[in-house]
């Protein structure tokens, strides 16, 4: 696929990927990252594509794209989420402390590195140990270790404030 060809398939294609994407996820800046690496993938693996079913690729890629961003998502927000209160006999102040930290908690997941924050919820959501985290995610220990370290860090330094 020259380079002519890759435009061409880009400008036709383009807004289509990103109305699918758009229609599942309801967010313009979603649809729009997820389409562009959508072409992204295409261009990398330009040599292996049939022209005839690239279209049916393209939306297949997409697909799996958004499916993937979720699945990050829906792990990112389960773990913070299944906390509830054990004991009912809080004072007011106490519940309205233990909100702000959960809301500023939240925040600082959000705000978070999205290497750092995979790291730091697969260790602690999934309780995965950082050899199986190194094995998900393709990555050495160290670069776990790290990850882990800057996360409790960035954590650390937001949740002071």
């Known amino acids: 696929m020259t380079q002519q060809e890759f435009k061409i398939l880009f400008e036709n294609h383009f807004a289509d990927v990103r109305k699918s994407v758009f229609y599942r996820s309801g ?7 997820i389409a562009q690496e ?14 005839e079913k690239v279209k049916g690729l393209l939306f297949k890629i997409a697909n799996d794209l958004y499916i993937s ?4 998502e829906k792990r990112s927000f389960k773990f913070f989420n299944s906390f509830v209160f054990e004991n009912e006999m809080q004072s007011p102040e106490e519940e309205m402390t233990f909100n702000q930290l959960k809301e500023n908690y939240s925040n600082s997941l959000e705000k978070m590195n999205e290497k750092q924050r995979t790291v730091f919820l697969l260790s602690r959501a999934e309780n995965l ?3 199986e985290i190194a094995e998900v995610l393709g990555i050495s220990v160290k670069a776990v270790e790290k990850r882990m370290k800057n996360a409790l860090e960035h954590l650390r330094n937001l949740l002071k404030q």
């Open 27 to 33: 967010d313009a800046d979603v649809a729009t990252d």
């Open 38 to 51: 959508t072409f992204l993938k295409i261009w990398e693996k330009q040599s292996s594509i049939q022209t």
């Open 69 to 72: 961003h979720y699945r990050k």
């Open 129 to 131: 140990k950082y050899a």
